[in-house]
């Protein structure tokens, strides 16, 4: 199963971009949708996720306040505004799908290890 992100870019510091994740493969209200990012030298990391049920969301510190996720179930896509935009958060950006064993309703993990079906990636840059 695959996940197809899109919506990167170049971007100065400060601006803004929106990133979409979607599948045809399978219904995205059957799993927790995780983003992660992933910068040259550094492990992929949990930047945000939003639960199957009743879309809680759940940010790393260094996102908070200027991402959102949300989920649009009917259109099997889920979606990450990026707001003001630093240059540390430069990196190619990853959706995945919560695996089967980390199925709760509202499991909300940021662990790259509890997701699978991940997508290709999206580069986001930003400048400085």
């Known amino acids: 199963v695959q996940l197809v992100e899109s919506g990167g870019g170049l971007v100065q510091a400060g601006g803004s971009l929106r990133l979409s994740c979607a599948t045809s493969a399978f219904t995205f209200d059957d799993y927790a949708i995780g983003w992660f990012r992933q910068a040259p030298g550094k492990e992929r990391e949990g930047v945000s996720s939003?639960?199957?049920?009743?879309?809680?969301?759940r940010y790393a510190d260094s996102v908070k306040g200027r991402f959102t996720i949300s989920r649009d179930n009917v259109k099997n896509t889920v979606f990450l505004q990026m707001n003001s935009l630093m240059p540390e958060d430069t990196a190619v950006y990853y959706c995945?799908?919560?695996?089967?064993?980390?199925?709760?309703?509202?499991?909300?993990?940021?662990?790259?290890?509890?997701?699978?079906?991940w997508g290709q990636g999206t580069q986001v840059t930003v400048s400085s």
């Open positions: 995945a799908a919560s695996t089967p064993h980390y199925s709760g309703n509202y499991y909300l993990g940021l662990s790259p290890y509890e997701y699978d079906s």
């Open positions: 939003i639960s199957k049920k009743d879309g809680f969301t």
